[in-house]
């Protein structure tokens, strides 16, 4: 019980080690339960318009899985298909990897709309999940 350790204390304040720490022990938890070992290999993919980044996309592997992060247009060039090219190279990515499957969720009908059409389908919904928001579980089959 916390009363038993009077000298706890809580801060804000970012410690790296404690958090390499945590996502070690995440990690190992996710190989034990799933017997896969090794790290998540991360998946970084940008879209470059006169040698400035204009889109990217952040994903991790692990196992026969791509997890994707966040995938983001600049404004300026949103509307224009890169998105849709972005899927596209992740696809490839994906199955260079010979993964059976990419997963991501998103909070916004736009975005929603968009990873259905290219082949994304919904494997839940959490309504209210973050600031009210409902959240999608979305994954696409290989």
Not at 114 to 124: I, L, N, P, Q, R
Request: hydrophobic share 40%; charged share 25%.
């Amino acid at each position: 019980m916390i009363k038993d350790l009077p000298s706890i204390y809580f801060t804000q304040d970012v410690d790296k080690n404690f958090d390499v720490k945590a996502s070690q022990a995440l990690l190992q938890e996710c190989n034990n339960r799933m017997g896969l070992k090794g790290e998540f290999k991360r998946i970084s993919l940008y879209a470059k318009h006169s040698n400035k980044t204009v889109a990217g996309a952040i994903g991790f592997v692990h196992g026969q899985i791509m997890w994707i992060d966040s995938i983001y247009v600049e404004e300026a060039f949103q509307n224009k298909g890169l998105g849709g090219q972005i899927i596209s190279e992740l696809t490839q990515i994906a199955e260079k990897y010979n993964l059976r499957e990419m997963q991501l969720n998103t909070y916004f009908p736009r975005a929603f709309a968009f990873f259905k059409k290219y082949g994304f389908e919904e494997v839940a919904a959490v309504p209210g999940w973050k600031y009210d928001i409902t959240c999608y579980l979305m994954r696409k089959i290989i």
